[in-house]
């Protein structure tokens, strides 16, 4: 994983991106969306509550605006004003036509940011038919965040598992919204080889004899592929053996790996 921080143009104002590596093993999830993260505490950075509020703006009166919202207890009314350093702006009044569809969660007896913020926020975007989901649960103090013991600091007030099932939630949601990775199986037959190991598509390797008598002494399981050739020859060795449905000890997929690798390519 790559981690850069970088300062913004406020004092004490910085952006961290966290960025994964590619890997040979994930081919279908190269391109990944990226989620855009205010976290806790009030307008002296920003939180989710009052992140939840510059999440909204950004959604509502930016230049560039995100396909989506996450919003968790967000200020969303002018009158949330009197707990701020400075007023904000009614970000219910902001919504248009351009506002991105928007998963909301509040609890209903939140002292600090009534439930009418969220309310307020789903009630306009519902008039604007802009597509939304609100998640309202009974119980839970402010600022829960994920609401589970890892984001707690150590209190029992912090963790509440009925909330906690806002993240389960919005991840369904962002999957109905945008569609899953693709789950289909990449051909690499058409790459070229400089080398055979467990990412060169099990064809180039299968019709090779010294690379299929490798495998058959690694994993006597490719005996049995007889007739399934055709449908396994585009796929990359490592992904079959991902999903073969049996456990493979990483030393054997090693020891395999090694051996392809001093087989000359022709």
């Not at 969660?105 to 519902?126: C, G, K, Q, R």
């Not at 789950?183 to 037959?189: F, G, H, R, T």
């Not at 396994?232 to 090694?258: Q, S």
Request: charged share 20%; proline share 6%.
């Amino acid at each position: 994983m790559k981690v850069e921080t970088m300062p913004l143009s406020h004092e004490n104002v910085t952006l961290t991106a966290y960025v994964l590596d590619q890997s040979n093993e994930m081919r279908n999830v190269n391109i990944r969306p990226a989620i855009l993260i205010f976290p806790g505490g009030g307008y002296h950075i920003c939180g989710f509550s009052a992140g939840g509020h510059l999440a909204a703006a950004l959604g509502t009166m930016g230049r560039v605006k995100p396909n989506a919202l996450i919003l968790g207890y967000p200020c969303i009314l002018e009158s949330m004003s009197s707990i701020f350093p400075y007023p904000v702006s009614g970000m219910d009044k902001a919504v248009s036509e351009t506002t991105p569809p928007a998963f909301i969660f509040h609890t209903a007896n939140d002292a600090l940011v009534p439930v009418e913020n969220a309310i307020a926020f789903a009630s306009a975007l519902d008039h604007a038919k802009i597509p939304f989901e609100l998640h309202i649960f009974q119980n839970g103090k402010h600022g829960l965040s994920l609401a589970r013991p890892l984001t707690s600091s150590g209190f029992k007030h912090q963790v509440n598992t009925d909330v906690a099932n806002w993240f389960r939630l919005s991840v369904a949601w962002l999957t109905n919204l945008f569609g899953d990775f693709d789950a289909k199986w990449e051909s690499v037959m058409d790459e070229v080889i400089t080398v055979y190991n467990v990412d060169a598509a099990f064809g180039k390797l299968w019709e090779n004899p010294d690379c299929r008598k490798v495998i058959l002494e690694e994993l006597p399981w490719f005996a049995n592929v007889e007739g399934n050739e055709e449908r396994m020859k585009g796929v990359a060795l490592r992904v079959i053996l991902n999903h073969i449905g049996e456990a493979i000890p990483l030393e054997t997929i090693v020891r395999l790996n090694d051996r392809l690798s001093v087989i000359p390519v022709q």
